[in-house]
């Protein structure tokens, strides 16, 4: 099974802002991993905004946030 990833995806979520709460208008990227595990806990927000949060925790779990940041890096908003 080939798996490649979906670029578009990966760019938009690297500068996607959380739109609401605490961490309000924070990138996806910086917010704490305990506070996306509450979002597992809790229930994700239906819609984008869950697929994406849903999206950050596994890039956090596996140590890849280096790659979020890179791509924030090398494709600016």
Do not use: C
């Not at 819609?47 to 924030?72: A, H, V, Y």
Request: proline share 9%; no cysteine.
């Amino acid at each position: 099974m080939n798996i490649t990833p979906d670029y578009k995806q990966l760019i938009e979520l690297a500068h996607y802002r959380m739109p609401f709460g605490k961490f309000k208008g924070r990138y996806l990227v910086e917010l704490p991993e305990p506070y996306l595990i509450w979002f597992q806990q809790s229930g994700f927000p239906p819609g984008k905004l869950g697929l994406l949060l849903r999206s950050m925790l596994e890039i956090k779990i596996n140590g890849l946030e280096g790659l979020i940041r890179k791509i924030q890096k090398d494709f600016p908003k």
